[in-house]
C-alpha cells in the first residue's frame, strides 16, 4: 500500500489526524466528495479508516476502470474491507477464479430457474403485505428489509415466509454489514467485527444445517441449484464455497433492494402522480405475473431506475490498482486504493439536467438521458464484476409493485424529504414512516 508520501502529489482536502477524512465520510459522503471534486477536480485523495485511497470521479473513469482492458484493477484487493466478513464472495475475487465462479453461480440464474423463483416470489410477496398494516403509520425501511429478507430465505433456501428464523437471520446480515464499516478492525470485546464474526458463525451453521436437508430432499429453491450447479467443464462448488458465495449472495440481493424500494415508496408518497400511473399500470397487468406480463410495466421500470440515480445502494466502487497507472495527468502507484463514485457522477448535471429532481421521465426512449454515455447509469457497476441479480431484483421490484399498488395508496407520515444515511447501504435516517390506504 503505497505511502501518503507516494501520494503527495495528488490533491485532497486537509486532513484529521488518526482520523482522516473517516467522520466526514461516514457523516455525508456526498457532501465531502462534490466540494473535492469542485474544489481539486475529478481525482483527489481521502483519508479512510487509516488507508489512503484515489476518487477518480466521472464517467471515463468508471468505463476505464470496471471495463478494466488492461486487467490491472483488483476487486478482491478493492473490497478487502469485506474480507473477513464475506471471504469467498464473487465480488471478492479476480480474472480466472472469479470468472470460472461468476460462470457457475450464473446457471442458477438461468431462464428456468427464473420462472420458478417468480412464481414462488409472487406468492410469498402476497402473503407478506397481507400482513402490512393499513390505517396506522409504519416505518416502511424496517418492514421492506423484513419483507426482502424473507423472500430471499423463501426463493433462494426454501423456507416458509413466517418462518421465525427469518428474523434471527436478519439481525446477523446487520451484524455482519455493519463490522464492514466498523473502526477496529479485529474481533475485539463489545465491537462491530466482534458481532460480525459472531453473525457469519451463525448464518454459516445454519446454511450448513439447510445445505444437509436439501441434500436429501431438492427443491427448485436457490441452494438446491446451486449444490448441483456446474460451468461448462462441469465443475461445482464444495459446501465450503456454496456457503462463502450464498453468505455473500444473499447479503447482496436483500440489502441493496431494500433500499431501492424505500426510495420508490418514497417518491411515489411524494408524486401521486406517477403513484396513480404506476397503481393504473398493475392494474392492467394480465396475469399470471410471468416475466411476459412484468416486461410491459415500463412506467414502473423508470420509477426504479430514478430510484436508483437518486439514492444508489451501491454508490461507491472500489477497486485497488495492481500495476502502476497514469490517469489525466496524475501517475497512480501499484497498490493504490482508488474509489469510483457512481453515485456523485449520476447527479452530474451534464448528465442528468436538474439531478436532484425527481424526474422518471428521463428514462423514456424520447429523452434517454442515461444514454448520454455509455457508463452515465451505473448502479448496478459494469465490466466482470456487473450485478448478476440486476435482472432478478428488476423482476421482484416489479412484483412488488405489481401485489401492492392496486390494493393500496402510500401516504408519507413523516418527513417529505428524509435524510439519507449513506453507509454502509443507504437508508433513510427516520426509516421513512408511511401509512398504507386501502383503495
Ligand atoms: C437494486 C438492487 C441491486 C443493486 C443496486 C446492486 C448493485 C451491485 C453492484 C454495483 C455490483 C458491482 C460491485 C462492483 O463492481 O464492485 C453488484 C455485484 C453483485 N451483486 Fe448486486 N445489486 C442489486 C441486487 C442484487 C441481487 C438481487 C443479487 C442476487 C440475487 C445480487 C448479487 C450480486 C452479486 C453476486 C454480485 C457480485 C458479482 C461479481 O462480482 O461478479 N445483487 N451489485
Redesign the pocket.
Known amino acids: 500500500m503505497p505511502t501518503a508520501a507516494a501520494l503527495a502529489h495528488i490533491p485532497g482536502p486537509p486532513a484529521l489526524p488518526l482520523l482522516g477524512h473517516t467522520l466526514g465520510i461516514v457523516r455525508n459522503s456526498y457532501a465531502l466528495q462534490e466540494q473535492a471534486i469542485a474544489t481539486y477536480g475529478p481525482v483527489y485523495k481521502v483519508n479512510m479508516l487509516g488507508v489512503w485511497r484515489v476518487n477518480l470521479c466521472g464517467v471515463e473513469a468508471l468505463e476505464t476502470v ?1 471495463l478494466d482492458r488492461d486487467g490491472i484493477f483488483s ?1 478482491e484487493a ?2 478487502s474491507a469485506l474480507e473477513r466478513i464475506f471471504p469467498g ?3 471478492l ?1 479476480d480474472v480466472a477464479e ?1 470468472r470460472q465462479n ?1 460462470r457457475i ?1 450464473q446457471s442458477a440464474f438461468r431462464a428456468e430457474a427464473m420462472r420458478d423463483y417468480l412464481r414462488r416470489m409472487e406468492t410469498v410477496l402476497a402473503d407478506l403485505l397481507a400482513d402490512w398494516p393499513t390505517e396506522r403509520a409504519f416505518r416502511f425501511y424496517d418492514a421492506i428489509k423484513d419483507l426482502t429478507l424473507r423472500v430471499g430465505c423463501a426463493v433462494f433456501m426454501g423456507l416458509p415466509p413466517d418462518d421465525p428464523l427469518a428474523a434471527r437471520l436478519n439481525r446477523a446480515f446487520i451484524d455482519e454489514v455493519r463490522a464492514t464499516v466498523g473502526l477496529v478492525r479485529a474481533p475485539l470485546p463489545f465491537t462491530a467485527m466482534r458481532r460480525g464474526v459472531r453473525g457469519r458463525a451463525f448464518l454459516r451453521d445454519t446454511f450448513r444445517r439447510l445445505i444437509a436437508e436439501r441434500r436429501a430432499a431438492p427443491g427448485e429453491d436457490f441452494f438446491s441449484q446451486m449444490y448441483v450447479a456446474t460451468d461448462a467443464e462441469g465443475q461445482g462448488w464444495s459446501e465450503d464455497e456454496i456457503l462463502d458465495q450464498f453468505n ?2 444473499m447479503m ?2 436483500h440489502d ?2 431494500a ?2 424500494l424505500t426510495t420508490m415508496a418514497w417518491a411515489l408518497g411524494a408524486h401521486p402522480e406517477w403513484q396513480e400511473a404506476l397503481a393504473g399500470e398493475a392494474e392492467a397487468l394480465n396475469r399470471p405475473l410471468d416475466e411476459a406480463a412484468l416486461a410491459t410495466m415500463a412506467r414502473t421500470e423508470q420509477v426504479f431506475k430514478e430510484a ?1 440515480r437518486l439514492v ?3 454508490p461507491f ?2 477497486r485497488t490498482v495492481t500495476r502502476d497507472f497514469h490517469w489525466q495527468g496524475f501517475d497512480i502507484p501499484a497498490g493504490t486504493a482508488i474509489t469510483l463514485n ?1 453515485g456523485t457522477t449520476m447527479m452530474s448535471p451534464e448528465l442528468y439536467p436538474d439531478p436532484a429532481r425527481f424526474d422518471p421521465g428521463r428514462f423514456s426512449s424520447s429523452r434517454a438521458e442515461d444514454k448520454r454515455h455509455r457508463f452515465a447509469w451505473t ?3 459494469g ?8 435482472h ?2 428488476t423482476l ?1 421490484v416489479k412484483l412488488l409493485v405489481a401485489c401492492l399498488l392496486p390494493r393500496c395508496r402510500i401516504e408519507l407520515a413523516g418527513s417529505p424529504a428524509p435524510v439519507w444515511q449513506r453507509l454502509p447501504i443507504p437508508r433513510p435516517r427516520d426509516g421513512l414512516p408511511v401509512v398504507l390506504r386501502p383503495r
Do not use: E
Open positions: 470496471l476487486s478493492g473490497w464472495g464473487l465480488m475475487q472469479h461468476r453461480m455473500f449472495l447482496a440481493a441493496t433492494t433500499t431501492a436508483l444508489p445502494p451501491v466502487i472500489p457512481p448502479p448496478f457497476g465490466g466482470a464484476h456487473k450485478c448478476i441479480g440486476m432478478f431484483s421482484q
